[in-house]
């Protein structure tokens, strides 16, 4: 059975435009494989909320707004000198990545 672990630095759960994720994969295989490279797939959900205050055009006492949207599904790929996993032995490989402004 593999094993994959997304460890991200910090333990932080929410990065704003801009911020740089940072983190490990770690992978246990049960057999050696050959790696030619690293590619990691980021699913980001953007979160808007506001608030309505008095005096604001429409107000309607002090409604509560929010949004939620996909903002991004990306592939990144990742540098690594690896060139083979092995068999039954934990590997971790560090990966970085800028959360794009678009």
């Known amino acids: 059975m593999t094993d994959c672990i997304i460890n991200i630095a910090d333990n932080k759960h929410r990065f704003v435009v801009g911020q740089t994720l ?3 994969v770690d992978l246990t295989v049960p057999e050696d494989v050959p790696l030619s490279a690293v590619q990691l797939s980021f ?6 909320k506001w608030i309505e205050y ?3 055009p429409y107000y309607l006492n002090g409604f509560v707004y929010y949004d939620k949207y996909s903002y991004l599904d990306k592939e990144v790929p990742v540098e690594t000198e690896l060139k083979l996993i ?3 032995k934990p590997t971790s490989i560090p990966f970085s990545f800028v959360i794009p402004k678009e």
Request: glycine share 20%; charged share 20%.
């Open 54 to 56: 008095p005096g604001t």
């Open 86 to 88: 092995p068999k039954d």
């Open 43 to 48: 699913h980001c959900m953007g979160e808007v």
């Open 22 to 24: 940072t983190g490990t």
